[in-house]
């Protein structure tokens, strides 16, 4: 099993509409979660941190954390083509201070 | 200059050449990272520095040689690289190396080994 895992992409959704990226990991212990953006050919931009149990909203993106059944997702709202990228989900796994481990990413396509 | 930057963008280097990539930060931060991103393969942690110490080696190949003069500048010296070493190498930085804290990245250096 891997640490981080995303579900598998790429994700299609059309102007206007939620896209949903969903994050697994491994260790029951993690603390912190994280997601991030990378547009092609460039680096990865940090949209959101979530530490605790529950929603966490910022503008048209929402992250939301279940460490009981340790997934992580984020949901865009209102998606626009300029959401198209691929989507990082990092974890600081419980055993590993200071380290994230970063899953191998959805790519996201918003289309007109 | 602001937030992570990274010199130099491109470069192409032989496998018998040695070089070294830059990084410095703008944010005020005291734990800086590298890290290494290949095609189809997650983002992976190289080297963790904090308050100037390195205090993670992700199981490095000895070619790839760290140094953090200060907490605001980030080395990674280059020798004898193979063609595998191909990849994005991109630096962060965050307030501090626990685990709460979030970590911005750089702009990356896209290495090509010959």
């Known amino acids: 099993q891997k640490e981080v895992e995303q579900n598998s992409g790429p994700l299609s959704v059309p102007e206007g509409a939620i896209a949903s990226l969903n994050c697994t990991y491994s260790d029951r212990g993690s603390q912190s979660f994280f997601w991030y953006r990378q547009y092609s050919g460039k680096s990865p931009e940090l949209i959101m941190s979530i530490y605790s149990n529950g929603d966490k909203e910022d503008g048209r993106f929402t992250a939301q954390l279940n460490k009981a059944s340790q997934y992580v997702s984020l949901l865009i709202r209102d998606s626009q083509p300029s959401d198209s990228a691929t989507y990082l989900c990092a974890v600081n796994l419980g055993t590993s201070y200071g380290k994230l481990t970063f899953g191998q990413g959805t790519i996201l396509t918003v289309h007109p | 200059e602001t937030g992570v930057t990274q010199t130099p963008r491109h470069l192409v280097m032989g496998m018998t050449n040695k070089k070294s990539l830059k990084c410095e930060q703008h944010l005020g931060h005291n734990a800086m990272y590298w890290y290494k991103q290949s095609a189809k393969k997650p983002l992976e942690l190289m080297f963790v520095y904090n308050f100037k110490e390195q205090t993670e080696n992700n199981s490095v190949p000895s070619r790839f040689s760290p140094e953090c003069p200060n907490s605001s500048h980030l080395f990674l010296h280059l020798h004898t690289l193979q063609p595998e070493d191909s990849a994005l190498y991109l630096c962060?930085?965050?307030?501090?190396?626990?685990?709460?804290?979030?970590?911005?990245f750089g702009p990356g250096t896209r290495l090509t080994v010959t």
């Open positions: 962060a930085s965050s307030q501090d190396a626990g685990e709460v804290y979030e970590q911005y």
